[in-house]
């Protein structure tokens, strides 16, 4: 047997913009063992709830992540609106689902460019974030900010959108949707590219399933599940089918992440034209009591939200479990047995949002 | 030095922050804002990096990290707080987890104010902390001529 070694890897690592640390155990080139310790981003917000009103809230949980930041606004939203069974306008729904449809759409445009900067292919990595750079334009007309918007509260959204706005969102996903195509060409059908990924991390369903994975991880092992299916926000009324891959591979975890772009983009079309009139938010009145768990599908994967009221307005706990949280798992059982040059591609496959995970 | 006074080296680093602003320091670096086109280049390497950028407050893990990557980066360098949790603690003040902003840890040369901070405040912060660089090289090269004069070694390259 070869001698074994230690290799830290982070917190601070040019592959991650965000903090973790990893104890890998190697014997030669060969990772066979991966010791994730984290904490270097705990801020300890899920406490704040105590000490918060529970609508002022809404800020917080918001800035549990800067890149899936409107889907934890919603999440708890939701959350809150089913405990107090507060029914939001036709319009608010559609809302929120454009907006966790263009959210959807920077965080895998962005994920795309993390991709092609650990691949060393840094034209690829520009290249995706100058797209992704358009869907924040289009946010920051619309909500007035860029990655951190606050537009929504219980009972509803915050800001109405006009028709100028709407069209140039949807001249803007057209833009996008044709300037996609070279860039997942090069994903898909370039040789370096598929040389790194193709056979990269192979996860199969039943042990996917067994570890926990959720979102694009598990979809990409040939399981059927997106918690959009269980119809909160407007999706019940839009034509949505989870996309779905058998490969398991990292290659799988790209080309799937590629084609619910292009989801998004068929989603934010369609909501956009049914988009009803009136009004964006009914007013909220008392405080809530009870307690419910709302679930929902962040890029990520799906995300769990819990509140549990006390009819003050503060309320007695918050609990959020996160797609990362999830992930880790799987993600610590692919890289044993891989080559430590691999290393940051399989932590980046899972998408890994760090911030999120540690709250 | 000419080269170095438009084209420093960035280190970025999260100390707690939600990743608001990382995007958004990255942002800074790709297409539309492209900095990299000056030559500012967003170094892993805190050995090679002349400007620290760093994003959200402190917590008690984070707190030995910040200080080590300080402690590495050669003389002189610039810290820039990116975004209101790095200058105070912003929304997390009160966490218990949180000590404060990075000013508590390490000294802190920029402040850039927003949440998140937009790229046009972060790239204006880099223009300030170049001015600084400058000057801070300025006093360094002074200090190390009295101290070569005086017949002393030269310390403190890595403080």
Redesign the interface.
């Known amino acids: 047997m070869a001698k074994q070694s230690i290799v830290p890897f982070g917190?601070?690592?040019?592959?991650l913009?965000?903090?973790v640390h990893l104890d890998l155990v190697l014997e030669d080139e060969v990772v066979v063992g991966a010791v994730p310790s984290i904490?270097?981003?705990?801020?300890?917000?899920e406490?704040?709830v105590e000490?918060k009103d529970y609508k002022d809230y809404v800020?917080?949980a918001e800035?549990?992540?800067?890149?899936c930041?409107f889907g934890h606004g919603m999440g708890y939203c939701e959350a809150i609106e089913r405990v107090m069974h507060i029914e939001i306008p036709p319009r608010a729904k559609y809302l929120r689902t454009i907006w966790m449809e263009m959210s959807r759409v920077h965080s895998h445009l962005?994920w795309l460019?993390l991709l092609a900067d650990a691949l060393g292919f840094e034209s690829l990595?520009?290249?995706s974030?100058?797209l992704r750079?358009k869907i924040?334009d289009q946010f920051d007309r619309m909500t007035g900010?860029?990655?951190?918007f606050s537009v929504n509260t219980p009972g509803g959204v915050l800001k109405d959108v006009d028709d100028e706005m709407l069209r140039s969102l949807l001249r803007a996903v057209d833009e996008l949707e044709r300037e996609l195509r070279p860039v997942a060409d090069s994903f898909l059908r370039e040789y370096t590219v598929g040389s790194r990924l193709h056979g990269l991390g192979v996860l199969k369903p039943d042990q996917a399933v067994e570890l926990g994975a959720v979102g694009p991880m598990l979809r990409a092992s040939g399981v059927r599940y997106d918690a959009r299916m269980l119809g909160y926000g407007a999706y019940p009324e839009l034509e949505f089918e989870p996309v779905v891959l058998t490969a398991g591979d990292s290659y799988a975890r790209c080309e799937l992440r590629l084609r619910e772009l292009t989801q998004s983009f068929a989603l934010i079309r369609e909501a956009v034209g049914k988009l009803p009139a009136g009004p964006i938010a009914v007013p909220v009145k008392g405080n809530p009591d009870g307690e419910y768990f709302m679930r929902i599908e962040q890029p990520r994967g799906e995300a769990v939200y819990y509140v549990r009221a006390n009819g003050t307005k503060f309320l007695d706990r918050f609990r959020l479990r996160t797609p990362t949280t999830s992930n880790i798992p799987p993600m610590v059982s692919l890289l044993k047995g891989c080559q430590l040059a691999d290393v940051p591609l399989l932590i980046l496959t899972i998408d890994p949002?760090?911030?999120c995970t540690e709250r | 030095m000419g080269k170095l006074a438009k084209s420093p080296w960035l280190l970025?680093?999260?100390g707690?922050?939600?990743?608001?602003?990382?995007?958004?320091?990255?942002?800074c670096l790709?297409?539309?804002y492209d900095i990299e086109r000056f030559g500012i280049i967003n170094?892993?390497?805190?050995f090679q990096a002349d400007i620290l950028l760093i994003t959200?407050?402190i917590?008690s893990?984070?707190e030995s990290?910040v200080k080590q990557?300080y402690s590495q980066m050669p003389n002189p360098k610039v810290v820039v707080a990116v975004g209101i949790c790095a200058c105070t603690g912003g929304?997390?003040k009160?966490?218990?987890?949180?000590k404060g902003g990075v000013d508590t840890v390490i000294p802190v040369d920029v402040y850039v104010p927003g949440?998140?901070a937009?790229p046009q405040a972060i790239i204006d912060g880099v223009v300030k902390a170049l001015e600084l660089l400058e000057r801070k090289r300025a006093d360094y090269a002074a200090q190390k001529k009295t101290a070569e004069g005086e017949g002393g070694t030269d310390s403190g390259t890595y403080q």
């Open positions: 917190p601070q690592h040019p592959v913009p965000e903090p904490g270097f981003v705990h801020r300890g917000l406490k704040l000490t800020y917080i800035r549990v992540c800067g890149i930041s962005l460019g990595f520009m290249q974030w100058r750079e924040l900010g860029r990655v951190i949002c760090i911030s | 970025h680093y999260d707690s922050s939600c990743n608001g602003c990382d995007i958004e320091v990255l942002a790709t297409p539309v170094t892993g390497d805190p959200g407050g917590n893990q984070s990290v990557i929304v997390f009160t966490c218990y987890n949180i949440c998140a937009r």
